[in-house]
């Protein structure tokens, strides 16, 4: 899903349809809101059995925002060749979250959304949901929320900054500068794997792997799991700057990794065109 920058900033998102075998763009669709709207703020997506969900965070006040979720099914995408150009696409599902959005996954019958935190922080609004504030040094944390087997979503809901957001149904504390999280199975073996990327000009991102805790009971919601801020680290690898999404291709064992250059060089282009010319994709076999 690519959003414009710039003078582009209040342009609808783009969702593009990549076939994987050639690496050609085979669909476009602009992404609007169900009142109209166009939807316009960076998203991260997942693909949940028959449903698309994109998770984003939006502002409320100079202080305070509210994680967003928006869904729709993927057969009213439709079937359209390229040369008709973007066709509207208006989204069907809206959720309020406890999540600040920036990356999102789907397993196991649950919607992760993982939140992006820049330093380690003592704000009880960017660390851990409404409902595990405290007083003490928090941490960015990623959430699961219930889906039923369609992929549609069944969380229940609780209050926060008085309004109805989704509740999640477990919750890991993942660190600091995490662009990507997603389990995955490998080998019988459940893992996190995780993208992380400082904010930072040369910073090498790098590709983590965690096992899940062998105790579910402990992922259950109120008893929040500190991994990738105490626990070993099972392996990782480096991979280039600019890693902005991870995600796991169940058919093939791949992961895919996405990147958006952060070079100075294509500043002036990416400002008169309102998006990066030099974004890719990768996929590799987890190590």
């Not at 099972?234 to 890693?243: C, D, H, I, Y």
């Not at 990147?259 to 002036?268: C, D, N, P, V």
Request: charged share 20%; aromatic share 12%.
């Amino acid at each position: 899903s690519l959003f414009g920058t710039g003078t582009n900033d209040d342009l609808p998102n783009i969702l593009v349809v990549v076939h994987k075998p050639s690496g050609q763009i085979r669909r476009l669709y602009r992404l609007f809101k169900a009142d109209g709207k166009p939807l316009s703020l960076p998203l991260g997506l997942a693909v949940a059995k028959t449903y698309l969900w994109f998770a984003g965070v939006v502002k409320r006040t100079k202080t305070t925002a509210i994680g967003v979720l928006y869904g729709i099914r993927i057969a009213d995408l439709g079937s359209y060749s390229t040369t008709q150009g973007p066709v509207d696409l208006t989204m069907t599902e809206f959720y309020n979250t406890d999540s600040y959005g920036t990356a999102v996954s789907y397993y196991g019958n649950f919607l992760w959304i993982a939140d992006f935190v820049d330093k380690l922080k003592t704000s009880l609004d960017t660390a851990l949901p409404g409902s595990h504030k405290s007083s003490r040094k928090q941490y960015g944390w990623a959430a699961a929320y219930r889906l039923d087997s369609t992929g549609r979503m069944v969380a229940s809901k609780h209050t926060l900054h008085s309004i109805r957001v989704l509740k999640p149904s477990r919750v890991v504390t993942i660190g600091q500068h995490v662009t990507g999280f997603l389990p995955f199975d490998q080998a019988w073996t459940p893992y996190f794997a995780i993208l992380r990327c400082a904010t930072k000009a040369g910073y090498v991102c790098k590709v983590e792997f965690q096992a899940q805790p062998n105790k579910t009971s402990q992922m259950k919601l109120g008893i929040p799991v500190r991994y990738g801020v105490g626990l070993p680290l099972a392996r990782g690898f480096p991979v280039p700057s600019g890693g902005v999404a991870l995600s796991y291709i169940e058919k093939s064992g791949e992961l895919a990794l996405v990147f958006k250059s952060g070079a100075q060089a294509e500043q002036a282009a990416r400002w008169i065109v309102g998006g990066d010319l030099e974004d890719s994709f990768f996929w590799l076999i987890p190590p």
